[in-house]
C-alpha cells in the first residue's frame, strides 16, 4: 500500500538500467572531528526503482520491540540482518557490496560481511541518536557504508563531546553515505521522524564482521 503510494509520486527511473556505479573519484570525503569522516557518493546505484520494489516484497521484515526506560517499545522502523556468509537478499546488492569491498579493502583492510537492512515505513518512522558499538566499533576505528533507497531522509550526525553542532545530510534514492575512522565511537548519527507525510525509505547498513 505505502509503496504504491511513493511509486505514483516517484517514477524517478524506471526506464534506466539498473547499475551499481563506479566508485573511485566520485566519492567525496568530509572530514569530522576525532578522527572521524563520511564518504558520499551521490546516485551510485541508477535504475534503483525495480531494486526497491524486490526489497520491500521479498525481504522478511520483522517488526522488533526492545527494552527502553524499563518499558517494552516498538522499534520505530522494520529490520532484516543478514549475517556473515548468509545470502544477500537481492543480486544487485551481492554486487554493491563487491564495489565497496574493491574501493575500500585497501584501507579497510578486510571485507563488509553483513547486511543490516531498515525500512522506514513512513515520517514516523526513524532511528535515535546512536553509535553502531556492539560490536569493534567501540574500541576501533571501521566503516559502515550505507546505501539509501527510496524516499530521501535526513542522516544527522553529532559528536558525543558536543564540539560542534550536528550535520544533516539528505540520503536519496541510489546514494551511498559511508560512516569511517572513528565515527561510531566519537560521533553518533540518526534518522529523525519527520512531521511530513513521507514515503517509505530503506536502508541497507553494510559492516564488516564484528562490527554492530
Ligand atoms: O537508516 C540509516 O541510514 C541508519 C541506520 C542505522 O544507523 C543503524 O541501523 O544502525
Ligand atoms: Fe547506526
Not at 526503482?49 to 526506560?69: C, G, I, Q, S
Not at 517494552?72 to 529490520?79: A, C, S, T
Not at 522506514?120 to 526513524?126: H, N
Amino acid at each position: 500500500m505505502f509503496e504504491e503510494a511513493w511509486f505514483q509520486s516517484s517514477l524517478l527511473d524506471v526506464d534506466t538500467p539498473e547499475t551499481v556505479g563506479a566508485l573511485g573519484t566520485t566519492v567525496e570525503r568530509v572530514r569530522l572531528t576525532d578522527g572521524a569522516w563520511v564518504d558520499l557518493r551521490r546516485g551510485w546505484i541508477s535504475g534503483a526503482d525495480e531494486l526497491f520494489a524486490r526489497l520491500m516484497e521479498t525481504v522478511p521484515w520483522r517488526a522488533e520491540r526492545r527494552k527502553m526506560y524499563e518499558r517494552i517499545v516498538d522499534v520505530p522502523r522494520l529490520l532484516c540482518f543478514y549475517a556473515d556468509g548468509e545470502p544477500l537478499p537481492d543480486p544487485l546488492l551481492t554486487e554493491a557490496r563487491a564495489t565497496l569491498d574493491h574501493h575500500y579493502a585497501p584501507e579497510l583492510g578486510e571485507p563488509f560481511t553483513t547486511a543490516g537492512l531498515c525500512l522506514y515505513r513512513d515520517g514516523k518512522d526513524s532511528v535515535a541518536w546512536h553509535g553502531d558499538t556492539i560490536g569493534r566499533g567501540s574500541s576501533q576505528d571501521t566503516m559502515v557504508a550505507i546505501l539509501s533507497l527510496g524516499t530521501p531522509r535526513t542522516l544527522a550526525l553529532r559528536p558525543r563531546n558536543g564540539a560542534a553542532p550536528p550535520l544533516r545530510y539528505e540520503v536519496g534514492h541510489g546514494d551511498l553515505l559511508v560512516m569511517g575512522g572513528s565515527c561510531q565511537r566519537t560521533w553518533e548519527h540518526a534518522v529523525p521522524k519527520s512531521a511530513r507525510p513521507l514515503g517509505p525509505r530503506i536502508s541497507v547498513q553494510f559492516r564488516p564482521r564484528g562490527v554492530r
